[in-house]
């Protein structure tokens, strides 16, 4: 019976991100990366997120980008 219990409380723990760890940072970094359709890369690293969210949009809107991605790198 015991062994039961202690299987039925077990919680699946959720996987963490090490950057959502760091008590000491004061922002986060977003970059963001436009890929061209030649293959070019282009990266920009923003501190606030709605800025990098923009800058990805208003790139979206350019005939010659295929795609855009922004991530948190630190």
Do not use: C
């Not at 940072?25 to 890929?35: A, E, L």
């Not at 990098?52 to 795609?67: D, G, I, T, Y």
């Amino acid at each position: 019976m015991k062994s039961e219990k202690k299987q039925a409380k077990k919680k699946t723990s959720r996987r963490r991100s090490i950057l959502g760890k760091d008590k000491r940072r004061k922002h986060r970094h977003w970059q963001v990366t436009v890929f061209y359709q030649d293959g070019e890369k282009f990266a920009r690293v923003y501190i606030d997120r709605a800025k990098a969210m923009r800058f990805a949009e208003r790139q979206k809107k350019s005939p010659v980008v295929r795609a855009t991605r922004v991530r948190q790198v630190n």
